[in-house]
């Protein structure tokens, strides 16, 4: 029997296309789940090249030596749960690569574990989805060097290509690099995906949109400055009618969006590392704001909320002819300006996360080789990136973005609809959190004097902390009574 190249663990949509991704690539592949059910299906499905495996045994012996394996399972226990059972199977040399969403801190752990034991271990953000896993996700990697070395010709032709033709797969450290990069993509890309949302309500709201003009909306903007994969599969969605209630599709989906934990932690970290990470939590709190259904629909009944549900009837279309298309040409415009500016703020909170992480955990974590890989295959690819690039190769050292010449030419332009967006939205009551923390956090950012004198007066008032002042040196204290 020919011996496979590589091993993958966990057949379900992203195993499945990047089993699928390597075998048009001309690797051999062993595929394994835990419910041999998938293995048949796949099987099926696909049977050049392939073995199905039943048991983790049969999957390692099935292999060429040094052995690689790729665990696509999901993140937490059920990875510690197979590396343990795999170890004993394994040989010194040979590699286990986690390909699934897993805690950095984890991957911290199993490294050191797995190095002990003589075996490889690398920790693989991917990005990209179920396309993207088949067509070529993003990859970003972290852990074993030699690992790294061993598996870079298969990750590296797998992963998706740049328009420069560079493939989308780096190395960014030792142990939880990789993970870690990618829990800040997934966190930027929960503060996109609530910016565009926001943006979304405005027109439909406010603006009085339909949704066929709202779809054409997002496509128009995919041609420009916000070109990006997240834009353009909006402008898709609004595309999709209901067959059956001849209704566009996405305004019958229940408004309570779930999520994996990499928002979280990306926010959770940023508290921990004292990293300002505003518009990504605000994104993570909405989601969980939106979980309380119950909660919203009673207050909603109790406060006699205006803002019903649906799309605007014919009636109030024509109510609302009054807002002229010159009216409307320009509050889009106000709203395509305001979600660009909270897409950099949200890539430079991201970018500053990832600067102080790499000095707390001593990893290479390169900004502009990081924005270089996340311009294809990932959920957070933007043409916005090349500018980034661009900006760090210029000064790669740069504490924030919003420090490089680059974004100090764009903000001012964005400014003037960014605050009338976020005005409309506050005074029609149709709330835009991210857009609207964005802006907090720009105009704080660009502050050279903010009000936390009074916050340092407060604390030395009542717990005698003390404080600086900025006519003489030393720490003061007051008997403020
Ligand atoms: P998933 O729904 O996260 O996980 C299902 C897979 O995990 C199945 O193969 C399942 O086996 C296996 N599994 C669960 N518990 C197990 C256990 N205790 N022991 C052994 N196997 C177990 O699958 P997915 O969406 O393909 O994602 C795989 C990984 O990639 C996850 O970490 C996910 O967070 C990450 N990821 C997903 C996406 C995405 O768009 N879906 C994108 C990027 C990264 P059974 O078939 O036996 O249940």
């Known amino acids: 029997m020919h011996k496979s190249d590589v091993g993958l663990v966990g057949l379900a949509v992203m195993g499945r296309n990047l089993a699928l991704n390597m075998l048009t690539k001309g690797y051999r592949v062993s595929v394994y789940n835990r419910t041999p059910g998938r293995v048949d299906d796949f099987l099926r499905a696909q049977g050049n ?68 034991a003589g075996i490889l ?32 010709p298969l990750l590296r032709a797998i992963s998706a290509r740049a328009p420069d ?6 190395y960014f450290g030792s142990d939880g690099a990789g993970h870690y990069v990618k829990m800040v993509h997934n966190g930027i890309e929960y503060a996109f995906m609530q910016a565009i949302a926001e943006c979304y309500f405005i027109m439909k709201r406010l603006l009085k949109m339909p949704a066929e003009k709202i779809g054409h909306t997002f496509t128009q903007w995919n041609r420009g400055k916000l070109s990006s994969y997240l834009i353009e599969i909006t402008g898709h969605i609004f595309s999709r009618i209901d067959g059956e209630s001849g209704k566009p599709l996405v305004e019958l989906i229940l408004d309570l969006a779930e999520q994996n ?20 939590a605000e994104a993570v709190f909405i989601r969980y704001l939106s979980a309380l ?16 549900e649906g799309f605007p009837k014919k009636e109030d279309e024509e109510k609302n002819k009054d807002i002229k298309d010159e009216d409307e040409e320009t509050n889009i415009s106000d709203l395509e300006n305001a979600l660009y500016a909270t897409m950099i703020i949200s890539y430079a909170q991201g970018f500053a996360l990832l600067g102080k992480a790499a000095l707390q955990y001593g990893w290479y974590l390169n900004a502009s080789e990081i924005a270089s890989v996340w311009r294809a295959g990932c959920i957070i690819r933007a043409r916005l990136l090349d500018t980034i690039i661009d900006a760090y190769q210029i000064k790669p050292k740069a504490k924030n973005m919003l420090l490089m010449p680059a974004f100090k030419e764009i903000l001012p332009g964005l400014t003037t609809g960014w605050r009338k967006v976020i005005c409309l939205s506050v005074q029609e009551g149709v709330a835009a959190p991210v857009m609207a923390s964005a802006l907090g956090y720009f105009d704080m950012y660009l502050t050279d004097y903010l009000p936390t004198n009074l916050v340092q007066a407060q604390r030395d008032y009542f717990g005698s902390h003390g404080y600086k002042r900025i006519d003489q040196e030393g720490l003061f204290h007051t008997r403020w009574l």
């Open 49 to 116: 090249n392939v073995t199905g495996t039943y048991s983790l045994p049969e999957l390692v012996n099935s292999l060429k030596t040094p052995k690689i394996i790729l665990l696509m399972i999901r993140a937490g226990e059920a990875v510690d749960n197979i590396i343990d059972r795999l170890v004993p199977l394994l040989n010194k040399g040979d590699l286990l690569i986690d390909g699934g969403n897993s805690f950095f801190r984890d991957t911290i752990r199993r490294t050191q574990a797995l190095g002990k």
């Open 121 to 152: 271990f690398l920790g693989a953000g991917i990005s990209g989805g179920e396309e993207g896993a088949l067509k070529g996700p993003s990859i970003m990697l972290g852990g074993s060097s030699c690992g790294w070395e061993q598996a870079a």
């Open 165 to 170: 033709g560079t493939a989308c797969c780096a």
């Open 261 to 280: 934990d990499t928002g979280k932690w990306a926010a959770a970290e940023a508290l921990n590392l004292g990293v300002p990470l505003s518009n990504i």
């Open 293 to 308: 259904k119950e909660e919203r629909t009673a207050a909603a009944r109790l406060f006699n909320s205006p803002l019903r």
